[in-house]
C-alpha cells in the first residue's frame, strides 16, 4: 500500500480518511477496502522513513487534523516505482507444489486434486461474474482490475488443463 | 416424472483413420435434466465437439444410445433427426454456418418459420434476440459483411429463434471480445432462466461458471461431472476479496 499512498499524496496533501476515500472511489468495490489502522500504520512507516511528513491543522472545536504531504524523498521513491518494471505472474504456485508432491507420499489423487482445484477456479469465477454485474458500468478501473482477474483465472485452467493431460 | 432432456447411455464414436482406429468418445453416459444448463470443458482432441455433435445428430454414433425427450434418437433416419432437431434443438456450430445469400434478419427468422411459427412472432422474436446481442444495425447485412464475432452472435440468436427446449452450442465465444462475450452470457442467463436447457462446449471459464454443471471430458471419457463453485468453502469476506489472487 505504500507507493499508493505516495501517489495519491504526489496528488494532493491529504488526511488518512481522505486516502482511504480515495482509493475506494477509484478502485471500487474491486478492491479490497484498506481499513483506516492500516493507513495510519502505512503513514507512520512512511513519516519515519522520511517520505512524507505530517502537519497538524488546528480545527475550532474538534482535535487537531493531521494533513500529510509528500517530500521530495518521497516522490523520487515515488517515480522508482512507477519507472521500475512490475513483477510478472506469479511462477510459483502453491497448486503445483501440492500436485506433483502430494502423490509422491500416497495421499493424495492428482485427478481428483485437478478436478477440485478447477470448481475452486470455477466458483471464483463466477464471483467475479457477480461482482462484475454488481460494478459500475462508468468505473473503468474497477472493471478493468476485474477482467483481469478474470484472464488469470482463464489462465490457470489452461495451464490445470495441461498438468491433467501429462500427468494423468 | 419428466424424463432427461438427454440421456446417452455408454456413447462410443470411433474414426477411423486408414487402417487405424482412432477412438473418439469412449463410452460417454450423460443425463441432462429439463432446464439444466451444462457445460462440457476438456483439452482439445478430448471429444467435447464430437459428444455434442452426436448429441445433435450431426454425427453418427458408433455405438451406445441416444436419449431425447424420453425417445430413442440414434436410431432415428435423417431426415427424422432433422425434423426432431427443428422441432426441439438450437445448435450453435463452431464455425457459424450462417446462410451466405440471405440477410441477418433472414437467417434468423428462418427456423422459427420453418417450424410453423407466424411471420409476426418469428420477427418480433428475431428483433428481440438481435437487440440483446447489439445487432440490431446489422439486421439487413449479408453474412460475409459481418466480422467473425458478429456471425457468431448471428448464430446463436438463430439457434434460439425458435425457443428450442435444447440449445446446443460449440464454443459459442469463441470469438468475441469480454464486452461481447458479457452479452452473450447475459442472453445464455435469461434463456436458462426460461427453463430452456443448455449444453454447451467451452473453453472459456467465465461462460463454464455460469453452468449448473462443468462435465470434464479427458481422452473421450467424462473425468469430472460437478457444480462450479459448489465445492468451495471460503471464508466470509467482500466481494474485493475475490480480486486478491495469490502472490
Same mark, same amino acid.
Given at each position: 500500500m505504500r507507493p499508493m499512498l505516495l501517489a495519491l499524496l504526489a496528488k494532493e496533501p491529504a488526511h488518512g480518511y481522505e486516502l482511504k476515500q480515495a482509493l475506494e472511489q477509484i478502485f471500487g468495490s474491486a478492491y479490497p477496502s484498506p481499513n483506516i489502522g492500516q493507513i495510519y500504520v502505512t503513514l507512520g512507516r512512511l513519516e519515519k522513513d522520511g517520505l512524507v511528513r505530517v502537519v497538524d491543522v488546528e480545527q475550532s472545536n474538534r482535535p487537531n487534523k493531521k494533513v500529510y504531504y509528500l517530500t521530495a524523498a518521497g516522490r523520487e521513491a515515488l517515480e522508482t516505482w512507477v519507472d521500475e518494471p512490475t513483477e510478472g505472474p506469479?511462477?510459483?504456485?502453491e497448486f503445483f507444489m501440492k500436485l506433483v508432491l502430494a502423490p509422491m507420499t500416497g495421499i493424495a489423487d492428482r485427478m481428483a486434486m485437478i478436478n477440485r482445484q478447477r470448481r475452486h477456479y470455477l466458483g471464483l469465477m463466477r464471483d467475479l461474474n457477480e461482482l462484475a454485474g454488481r460494478?459500475?458500468?462508468?468505473?473503468r478501473a474497477a472493471l478493468l482490475l476485474i477482467e483481469g482477474a478474470m484472464l488469470h483465472l482463464q489462465a490457470d485452467l489452461d495451464w490445470l488443463e495441461r498438468c491433467q493431460e501429462e500427468l494423468s | 416424472m419428466t424424463s432427461p432432456v438427454v440421456d446417452t447411455v455408454n456413447l462410443v464414436k470411433i474414426y477411423q483413420d486408414g487402417e487405424v482406429p482412432v477412438p473418439a468418445v469412449r463410452g460417454v453416459d450423460l443425463r441432462v435434466e429439463a432446464g439444466e444448463f451444462v457445460a462440457v470443458m476438456g483439452p482439445s482432441g478430448s471429444g467435447k465437439s464430437t459428444l455434442i455433435h452426436m448429441i445433435g445428430g450431426l454425427e453418427a454414433r458408433t455405438s451406445g444410445e441416444i436419449w431425447l425427450d424420453g425417445q430413442r434418437?440414434?436410431? !432415428?433416419k435423417e431426415s427424422a433427426w432433422a425434423l426432431l432437431r427443428r422441432k426441439k434443438i438450437g445448435f450453435v456450430f463452431q464455425f457459424f454456418n450462417?446462410?451466405?445469400?440471405?440477410?441477418v434478419a433472414d437467417n434468423v427468422e428462418l427456423p422459427a418459420l420453418l417450424a410453423g411459427v407466424s411471420a409476426k412472432e418469428a420477427r418480433s422474436r428475431r428483433e428481440h434476440l438481435l437487440g440483446e446481442l447489439g445487432l440490431t444495425a446489422r439486421a439487413d447485412a449479408a453474412p460475409a459483411q459481418l466480422a467473425g464475432g458478429e456471425q457468431q452472435r448471428v448464430a446463436l440468436a438463430r439457434a434460439l429463434a425458435n425457443k428450442p427446449s435444447l440449445l446446443l452450442a460449440d464454443?459459442?465465444?469463441?470469438? !468475441?471480445d469480454s464486452r461481447n462475450t458479457r452479452d452473450v452470457l447475459r442472453l445464455l442467463g435469461e434463456v436458462h432462466r426460461e427453463g430452456q436447457a443448455i449444453v454447451l462446449v467451452t473453453h472459456d471459464a467465465r461462460v463454464a461458471s455460469l453452468a449448473d454443471r462443468v462435465v470434464s471430458l479427458l481422452d473421450g471419457q467424462i473425468v469430472d461431472d460437478g457444480g462450479a463453485g459448489l465445492a468451495r468453502r471460503r471464508p466470509r469476506g467482500g466481494p474485493g476479496d475475490v480480486i486478491e489472487l495469490r502472490g
Amino acid at each position: 500500500m505504500r507507493p499508493m499512498l505516495l501517489a495519491l499524496l504526489a496528488k494532493e496533501p491529504a488526511h488518512g480518511y481522505e486516502l482511504k476515500q480515495a482509493l475506494e472511489q477509484i478502485f471500487g468495490s474491486a478492491y479490497p477496502s484498506p481499513n483506516i489502522g492500516q493507513i495510519y500504520v502505512t503513514l507512520g512507516r512512511l513519516e519515519k522513513d522520511g517520505l512524507v511528513r505530517v502537519v497538524d491543522v488546528e480545527q475550532s472545536n474538534r482535535p487537531n487534523k493531521k494533513v500529510y504531504y509528500l517530500t521530495a524523498a518521497g516522490r523520487e521513491a515515488l517515480e522508482t516505482w512507477v519507472d521500475e518494471p512490475t513483477e510478472g505472474p506469479r511462477v510459483r504456485d502453491e497448486f503445483f507444489m501440492k500436485l506433483v508432491l502430494a502423490p509422491m507420499t500416497g495421499i493424495a489423487d492428482r485427478m481428483a486434486m485437478i478436478n477440485r482445484q478447477r470448481r475452486h477456479y470455477l466458483g471464483l469465477m463466477r464471483d467475479l461474474n457477480e461482482l462484475a454485474g454488481r460494478t459500475d458500468r462508468d468505473n473503468r478501473a474497477a472493471l478493468l482490475l476485474i477482467e483481469g482477474a478474470m484472464l488469470h483465472l482463464q489462465a490457470d485452467l489452461d495451464w490445470l488443463e495441461r498438468c491433467q493431460e501429462e500427468l494423468s | 416424472m419428466t424424463s432427461p432432456v438427454v440421456d446417452t447411455v455408454n456413447l462410443v464414436k470411433i474414426y477411423q483413420d486408414g487402417e487405424v482406429p482412432v477412438p473418439a468418445v469412449r463410452g460417454v453416459d450423460l443425463r441432462v435434466e429439463a432446464g439444466e444448463f451444462v457445460a462440457v470443458m476438456g483439452p482439445s482432441g478430448s471429444g467435447k465437439s464430437t459428444l455434442i455433435h452426436m448429441i445433435g445428430g450431426l454425427e453418427a454414433r458408433t455405438s451406445g444410445e441416444i436419449w431425447l425427450d424420453g425417445q430413442r434418437a440414434d436410431m !432415428l433416419k435423417e431426415s427424422a433427426w432433422a425434423l426432431l432437431r427443428r422441432k426441439k434443438i438450437g445448435f450453435v456450430f463452431q464455425f457459424f454456418n450462417l446462410v451466405a445469400n440471405m440477410t441477418v434478419a433472414d437467417n434468423v427468422e428462418l427456423p422459427a418459420l420453418l417450424a410453423g411459427v407466424s411471420a409476426k412472432e418469428a420477427r418480433s422474436r428475431r428483433e428481440h434476440l438481435l437487440g440483446e446481442l447489439g445487432l440490431t444495425a446489422r439486421a439487413d447485412a449479408a453474412p460475409a459483411q459481418l466480422a467473425g464475432g458478429e456471425q457468431q452472435r448471428v448464430a446463436l440468436a438463430r439457434a434460439l429463434a425458435n425457443k428450442p427446449s435444447l440449445l446446443l452450442a460449440d464454443e459459442p465465444t469463441g470469438n !468475441l471480445d469480454s464486452r461481447n462475450t458479457r452479452d452473450v452470457l447475459r442472453l445464455l442467463g435469461e434463456v436458462h432462466r426460461e427453463g430452456q436447457a443448455i449444453v454447451l462446449v467451452t473453453h472459456d471459464a467465465r461462460v463454464a461458471s455460469l453452468a449448473d454443471r462443468v462435465v470434464s471430458l479427458l481422452d473421450g471419457q467424462i473425468v469430472d461431472d460437478g457444480g462450479a463453485g459448489l465445492a468451495r468453502r471460503r471464508p466470509r469476506g467482500g466481494p474485493g476479496d475475490v480480486i486478491e489472487l495469490r502472490g
